[in-house]
C-alpha cells in the first residue's frame, strides 16, 4: 500500500522558516517523483516544488523560487520542503504528492497539448499557519 504522510506543520511568525516532511512507503522511490502542493481556503491548490526521482532535479513555482528549498533522502525514503521568510500568504494545508518518473516523462512530451503531470498518490496534507 502507498503511503504519503506529511508533518512539521504549525502556526510560525511571518518571518520565519519551516520544514515540513513527506515520509514515504508502498514504492520504489528511485524511480518516482515527488512534489508538494499547497491549498489556502477558497484557493485552487497549486504545486509549490517538485524533485525527480532518478536524478533528483528540482523543479519551484515562481511564487516560492528563491524562498523554498525541496530535498529528498533516498534512504529515509523522505522528501522534505525548507520555507524561509514566511509570509501570510503561504498560510495553506501542504501536501505531497508522488507520480511514477514515466508519467513526468510523458507530461513533458505532451506539454505542447496543454497536458499537466497527473500525480497519482497523496498524502492528506499538514496545516502551515502564519501570523504577523
Known amino acids: 500500500e502507498v503511503q504519503l504522510v506529511e508533518s512539521g506543520g504549525g502556526s510560525v511568525q511571518a518571518g520565519e522558516s519551516l520544514t515540513l516532511s513527506c515520509a514515504t512507503s508502498?514504492?520504489?522511490?528511485?524511480?518516482?517523483?515527488i512534489a508538494w502542493f499547497r491549498q489556502s481556503p477558497g484557493k485552487k491548490r497549486e504545486g509549490v516544488a517538485t524533485i525527480a526521482g532518478g536524478d533528483g532535479s528540482t523543479f519551484y513555482d515562481d511564487s516560492v523560487k528563491g524562498r523554498v528549498t525541496i530535498a529528498k533522502d533516498n534512504a529515509e525514503r523522505t522528501v522534505t520542503l525548507h520555507v524561509n521568510a514566511l509570509k501570510l500568504e503561504d498560510t495553506a494545508v501542504y501536501y505531497c504528492a508522488a507520480t511514477h518518473a514515466a508519467e513526468v516523462a510523458r507530461a513533458k512530451l505532451n506539454r505542447h497539448k496543454g497536458e499537466t503531470v497527473r500525480w497519482d498518490y497523496w498524502g492528506r496534507g499538514t496545516q502551515v499557519t502564519v501570523s504577523s
Open positions: 508502498g514504492f520504489r522511490f528511485e524511480d518516482y517523483a
